[in-house]
């Protein structure tokens, strides 16, 4: 492990961080930009969930956006239980034999109820 000093460390250049965009939910009440959820992170990518729905996945060396999904609607399900999407806070996502899983839903705190456990692939599957 390589040994850093202070100095060394202050000079270092830090890719700038990507503010979250204007939630679109303004004005409901639990919405907001703030990304309190535990991020995920896989060599290149940081995945972060949103209060306002949104699940982000950021580039790791840049810190731009690169992939972005409102989850703020209802999702047909397996089961034909109605589900809908919310806020996402607490736990992040789960990645696992190449498929990203995440709840979104938090009703904890004010913010916006859900129920649904969502699951991405890169194929689509």
Known sequence: MAAFSRSRLRRAKKPGPTPAPEPACLGVTGCSAAQPAAPTAIPGVVFAGSLDGHLRAYD???????????TL????????????????N???????????YTNSGYSRIPSIPGNVLLAFSLDGK
Request: net charge negative; proline share 3%.
């Open 60 to 70: 790791s060396r840049s810190g731009g956006i690169i992939w972005d999904i409102d």
């Open 90 to 100: 607490g736990t992040g996502p789960t990645i696992a034999g190449g498929i990203l």
């Open 73 to 88: 609607h209802e999702f047909e399900t397996v089961n034909g239980i109605k589900a809908r999407g919310g806020s996402m």
